[in-house]
């Protein structure tokens, strides 16, 4: 099983809102990642979870906070986003941090309004 | 800054034909190299990854890498229209993530 799975797939949300993204793998990878792409773009990575430690895109703002429950699960909190953030969202698992995230997932595509 | 960059395309080759992608890096220190392949509002799926010098086939794939020149390629033999994607150079080293280059269009013209 080579699947990373993500939830919602579409997100309509206003800039007063507050929703999560969830991600979720079973394939036993100890790195988990936050990407967002906007078009033509190349994805940007904004978050690392690896061995349990967090590491941050330091261009990522405030309103982007992630969550790691456990080793298998990564949820992105999101908080009066802006419609600038409008993208698609892309988990994505990796054995270590050395593939830098080998499989993603489907991705969420999120629209600010 | 490590960089890695690719020719953003459009390239266009006639189905049956080999295309032929490129990317170079910037960082001499990088140790692992990916391919990934992009649909429009998809995901990036892995096609290839490589970490020694030479070239490493699949299938209709093979990528190829020169350390000392610093670059990785990747040949697709056989080109279908179905191979018409965004093709990802991404690059990395051992306990950093990896930097992705901007991409190549590829175009399969029946």
């Known amino acids: 099983d080579t699947e990373v799975t993500q939830t919602p797939k579409h997100l309509v949300m206003g800039m007063t809102n507050k929703k999560s993204l969830k991600c979720e793998q079973h394939?036993?990878?100890?790195?988990m990642y936050w990407y967002k792409q906007k078009a033509k773009k190349p994805p940007e990575l904004m978050f690392v979870?690896?061995?349990?430690?967090?590491?941050i895109n330091e261009s990522v703002p405030s309103r982007f906070s992630p969550e790691c429950p456990n080793s298998s699960l990564l949820n992105l909190h999101l908080h009066a986003l802006q419609p600038e953030d409008s993208a698609l969202y892309l988990c994505?698992?990796?054995?270590?941090?050395?593939?830098?995230?080998?499989?993603f997932g489907p991705g969420t595509r999120l629209t600010v309004t | 800054q490590k960089e890695v960059e690719q020719n953003s395309g459009p390239l266009s080759v006639p189905e049956g034909a080999i295309a032929s992608l490129n990317c170079t890096y910037s960082?001499?220190?990088?140790?692992?190299f990916f391919w990934y392949r992009q649909y429009s509002g998809k995901s990036p799926e892995l096609i290839m990854f490589?970490?020694?010098?030479g070239d490493k086939e699949d299938g209709r794939f093979t990528a190829q890498l020169n350390k000392a020149s610093q670059y990785v390629s990747l040949l697709i033999r056989d080109s279908q229209p179905s191979d018409s994607a965004t093709y990802l150079c991404?690059?990395?080293?051992?306990?950093?993530?990896?930097?992705f280059g901007p991409g190549t269009r590829l175009s399969v013209l029946p």
């Open positions: 960082d001499r220190g990088s140790q692992s």
């Open positions: 991404a690059v990395g080293s051992y306990g950093q993530n990896f930097v």
């Open positions: 994505a698992s990796s054995q270590d941090n050395r593939a830098g995230g080998t499989y």
């Open positions: 979870y690896s061995y349990e430690k967090l590491s």
């Open positions: 394939m036993g990878h100890r790195a």
């Open positions: 490589i970490y020694s010098n």
